[in-house]
């Protein structure tokens, strides 16, 4: 009887416990929610909203109409697409060569894929790289520099490794190239592996910040988390706004806008989600387990 209480009470805590921690992690995504759409008149108001007296897309409307948060979007939608996919194709196929024992080299490429994970450059010799490149002020500059890392080759290697020989040999022996293989065969069969180091890569490149601080000038070319910088600072004049919206500005809260663009900046990557949570779990697993 004491194991049994104490076993209810034990459990009991924990659920209290993690009600507790649920509700300090959810409450600030839902305050930043319902801040967005409410009315501007309930906002200045004061006080702890905790529900919209009236659901409003004024805050949205605004910045659907602003060129600069339509073309940071877009930047974003372009790094996340076109980066994730250069990157999936590089390091997948980077990894299927190291998995390759027959490969000339293959062990000093390990090695020096393993010095990546540890040692670092830094800023100035990475800027100094990407201006000798003529890449600065060019979006490709917040593209190459990320295209691969050690810790996803590693990552994809060990799925690699578990692939049995045998069907790369019944490949060649049907005149199947190097290429051939990893396209037709390898990568059909690391669908958990692509799911989830493209999962990493998509959030990396939706969230790019610091390179585009440091590689990029023109502000037409700014990503979202740039703009959501710089719209912490001053949100009037990082917007800006057609002429015809400049009276909703002026009674717009700035703090308003800034939820709605946070939303608008989240939504995307939490819709993505879903759709590889199945290959997720599997593909977080890579290497860890042999048979």
Known sequence: MRELWGSRAFNAGNLIVLAVLAVVTIFPIYYVFVISFVTPEQYYRGGLILFPERWTLDSYRYLLSTGAFVRAAGVSAFLMAAGTACSLVVTSSFAYALSRKRMPGRKALLLLVLLTTLLNPGIIPQYLLVRDLGLV???????????????????????????????????????????????????????????????????????????????????????????????????????????????????????????????????????????????????????????
Do not use: C
Not at 211 to 231: E, F, H, R
């Open 137 to 291: 002020n060019s979006l490709w500059s917040l593209i190459i520099p990320s295209l691969t890392s050690g810790w996803y080759i590693f990552l994809m290697k060990g799925f690699f490794d578990s692939v049995p020989a045998s069907l790369e040999e019944a490949a060649k022996i049907d005149g199947s190239s190097d290429i051939g293989v990893w396209a037709k065969i390898i990568l059909p069969l690391s669908l958990p592996s692509i799911a989830a180091v493209g999962l990493f890569y998509a959030v990396g490149y939706w969230n790019t910040f610091f390179n585009a601080v440091l590689y990029i000038n023109d502000a037409g070319k700014y990503p979202l988390q740039v703009l959501l910088q710089n719209m912490l600072i001053d949100s009037s004049t990082a917007m800006g706004g057609d002429a015809s919206e400049l009276s909703l500005q002026k009674r717009m809260p700035p703090e308003m806008l800034k939820m709605a663009a946070v939303i608008v900046a989240t939504v995307p990557i939490l819709f993505v989600y879903p759709f590889l949570q199945k290959h997720f779990t599997k593909g977080v697993m890579l290497g860890s387990v042999k048979e």
